[in-house]
């Protein structure tokens, strides 16, 4: 079973940046989806920005993330990072790392079947 755990949650004035991280763990699988996603209180789980693991190229975003938020990964460690610039206060929430097989893209949320416990990211002056 994939195991994620993500990191680099925290509080930021409007403008700010930060940088999530997801390091994952036990899968095997040459090539699989993983993405970011985030809930605000209140709203549904969305997706922001997602990859595929075999294509460094092979990336989508949210529309109102796009230009703002860069999605990355690392295979040889087996670590997603999304450095998240510019940011506004309507970014605030909880953000998951998760990962699936199947389609990739940020409106694909049930490829998505591994999910982490979340990082808290919270913009406000």
């Known amino acids: 079973q994939v195991q994620l755990a993500e990191s680099g949650g925290g509080s930021v004035q409007p403008g700010g940046s930060l940088r999530l991280s997801c390091a994952a763990s036990?899968?095997?699988?040459?090539?699989?989806?993983i993405g970011w996603f985030r809930q605000a209180p209140g709203k549904e789980r969305e997706g922001v920005a997602t990859?595929?693991?075999?294509?460094?190229?092979?990336?989508s975003y949210a529309d109102s993330v796009k230009g703002r938020f860069t999605i990355s990964h690392d295979n040889a460690k087996r670590t997603m990072y999304m450095q998240m610039d510019s940011l506004k206060p309507e970014d605030t929430g909880m953000y998951f790392c998760?990962?699936?097989?199947?389609?990739?893209?940020?409106?694909?949320?049930?490829?998505?079947?591994?999910w982490g416990q979340g990082t808290q990211v919270t913009v406000s002056s």
């Open positions: 998760a990962a699936g097989i199947g389609n990739c893209g940020v409106r694909w949320i049930n490829t998505y079947t591994y």
């Open positions: 036990n899968y095997t699988y040459a090539a699989i989806c």
């Open positions: 990859i595929n693991t075999s294509s460094r190229t092979a990336t």
